[in-house]
């Protein structure tokens, strides 16, 4: 028996930096990071809402800070890239057969826009 290692090939930590696939894949994947300050932005808020006026009016001078509403519109673009790039994936991770026949892509990814824009829609009416 022998006591030799097998061969492990090094791994660089960039090494997805080299193809552009792995490159938009990491990109893609990191458009959560602005989501989760969001998040967190608007769940600190509801708390807020709830310890009363004082607290409240606090958070809504935090979220009017220009730091604040630049990482809130970093999040918007970075929410709209994921939302992009998930529906134009949709299609062939997902494909709809009526009666037999393929539906083509493009009506998937117009069917969840729209859904989207009446989402919307509804959430501005009620709001």
Known sequence: MSNRKPYTRPMPRTWWLEHPFYR???VREATV?????FTLSLTAGLICLVQGPQAWQSWLDYMAHPVVIILNLVALV???FHATTFFSMMPQVMPIRIKG???DGKWVVGAQWAAVAVISLIALVLI
Do not use: D, N, Q, T
């Open 101 to 103: 026949k393929l539906l």
């Open 78 to 80: 970075a929410s709209l």
């Open 33 to 37: 990071l602005p989501l989760v300050f």
């Open 24 to 26: 938009f894949y990491m």
